[in-house]
């Protein structure tokens, strides 16, 4: 059956950013090279270049600013964004308006043309001023809105009722960063906001459950106009929807780019695949499925120390409170556990 999708979707590739949740937000130049290459031959509206304000310990690509933008991203043909952790202002004792500024020292409007404020659904209207400022200074803004598939009707309709008060944000997307979602809660949300706020709607998938892919064309099918995805799925825990696949469904991929997409794909990001080991497993779907912050499982997997049945008894152990946050310390408590 043919799958009509609209012309007005876009295509957002952020491996940089979600794909460094492995790589500490470093990447070889070569890779990096090749993917802006790869990506101007694409039909991609915008390309994630990674976090802003994070510790330069963290890699480079964690704290990206104009002048790295310039270097890296000279020769990209499309429009440039990177994302910010609303966790990261509202933490800090600084007004929202001076810790914005302080979080995103370094960048203007240029080559980074966007920032992706990425928001737990419980903290949103906290994130009104945040998103303010941001367009204040220039920036689109998009704002990512995290966990909401474990919203209740009561909360979802709370979220709608406060993105209406934001005047700032460009698209609103809906993120599924448990990968817990299915098709049909998928289009159920979409069709909650779409049509009902003045942003466009957009989807970031995960593929702990292996509907990644499925959930970002049910996404497009409901009438989010913007999709994620990265090179070879490479995503934060099972990893994201693959853009080698989601491009040549929704898009006339001419069969040329398309090879030269698997090509690169394999080249650069199999290797890594292999190293680090995302996609979904089983450890991942039960996480997915009882709404676990994902780096419990990317931590536990770490060296395959722990099979996917002795992660899944340790996370067992997790309350309810507990799954949601990830804590360095519960993780030591759960690594420590004298399981099988």
Same mark, same amino acid.
């Given at each position: 059956?043919?799958?009509? /999708? $609209?012309?007005? *979707?876009?295509? &957002?590739?952020?491996? #940089?950013?979600? @794909?460094?949740?492995? =790589?500490?937000?470093?990447? %070889?130049?070569?890779?990096?090279?090749?993917?802006?290459?790869?990506?101007?031959?694409?039909?991609?509206?915008?390309?994630?270049?990674?976090?802003?304000?994070?510790?330069?310990?963290?890699?480079?690509?964690?704290?990206?600013?104009?002048?790295?933008?310039?270097?890296?991203?000279?020769?990209?043909?499309?429009?440039?964004?990177?994302?910010?952790?609303?966790?990261?202002?509202?933490?800090?004792?600084?007004? /929202? $308006?001076?810790? *914005?500024?302080? &979080?995103?020292?370094? #960048?203007?409007? @240029?080559?980074?043309? =966007?920032?992706?404020?990425? %928001?737990?659904?419980?903290?949103?209207?906290?994130?009104?001023?945040?998103?303010?400022?941001?367009?204040?200074?220039?920036?689109?803004?998009?704002?990512?809105?995290?966990?909401?598939?474990?919203?209740?009707?009561?909360?979802?309709?709370?979220?709608?009722?406060?993105?209406?008060?934001?005047?700032?944000?460009?698209?609103?997307?809906?993120?599924?960063?448990?990968?817990?979602?299915?098709?049909?809660?998928?289009?159920?949300?979409?069709?909650?906001?779409?049509?009902?706020?003045?942003?466009?709607?957009?989807?970031?998938?995960?593929?702990?459950?292996?509907?990644?892919?499925?959930?970002?064309?049910?996404?497009?099918?409901?009438?989010?106009?913007?999709?994620?995805?990265?090179?070879?799925?490479?995503?934060?825990?099972?990893?994201?929807?693959?853009?080698?696949?989601?491009?040549?469904?929704?898009?006339?991929?001419?069969?040329?780019?398309?090879?030269?997409?698997?090509?690169?794909?394999?080249?650069?990001?199999?290797?890594?695949?292999?190293?680090?080991?995302?996609?979904?497993?089983?450890?991942?779907?039960?996480?997915?499925?009882?709404?676990?912050?994902?780096?419990?499982?990317?931590?536990?997997?770490?060296?395959?120390?722990?099979?996917?049945?002795?992660?899944?008894?340790?996370?067992?152990?997790?309350?309810?409170?507990?799954?949601?946050?990830?804590?360095?310390?519960?993780?030591?408590?759960?690594?420590?556990?004298?399981?099988?």
């Amino acid at each position: 059956m043919l799958i009509t /999708i $609209p012309d007005e *979707v876009n295509f &957002l590739d952020c491996t #940089l950013r979600d @794909g460094g949740y492995y =790589t500490n937000w470093d990447f %070889a130049p070569e890779l990096v090279s090749d993917y802006v290459a790869t990506i101007n031959t694409l039909p991609v509206r915008m390309v994630e270049l990674g976090l802003a304000g994070k510790p330069e310990s963290h890699g480079y690509f964690a704290s990206v600013t104009s002048s790295k933008a310039e270097q890296v991203a000279a020769g990209l043909l499309v429009k440039a964004c990177v994302m910010i952790d609303a966790k990261d202002v509202l933490s800090n004792e600084l007004p /929202i $308006p001076l810790a *914005v500024i302080r &979080l995103t020292e370094g #960048l203007v409007p @240029g080559h980074i043309t =966007t920032v992706r404020v990425a %928001a737990r659904y419980s903290n949103l209207a906290a994130c009104r001023n945040i998103c303010a400022e941001l367009s204040h200074r220039g920036f689109r803004v998009f704002l990512n809105l995290m966990q909401i598939d474990a919203a209740n009707a009561a909360e979802v309709e709370m979220c709608l009722k406060e993105v209406k008060q934001f005047d700032t944000i460009d698209v609103l997307y809906i993120a599924d960063s448990f990968g817990s979602m299915k098709p049909t809660r998928v289009q159920e949300l979409i069709d909650r906001f779409a049509g009902r706020i003045e942003p466009d709607i957009g989807f970031h998938g995960h593929d702990n459950r292996g509907y990644a892919l499925v959930n970002s064309v049910a996404a497009a099918m409901a009438g989010a106009t913007w999709i994620d995805c990265t090179m070879g799925g490479m995503g934060r825990g099972a990893g994201n929807t693959a853009s080698e696949q989601l491009l040549p469904i929704l898009t006339r991929l001419e069969t040329s780019k398309e090879r030269a997409l698997l090509e690169h794909v394999l080249r650069h990001f199999d290797p890594l695949r292999k190293r680090y080991g995302w996609g979904s497993s089983a450890a991942y779907q039960f996480a997915g499925s009882n709404f676990i912050h994902p780096s419990y499982v990317q931590k536990l997997r770490e060296g395959a120390a722990l099979s996917d049945a002795a992660i899944i008894r340790r996370l067992s152990d997790l309350r309810a409170d507990e799954r949601m946050s990830f804590a360095n310390e519960k993780l030591s408590a759960l690594m420590a556990q004298d399981i099988a």
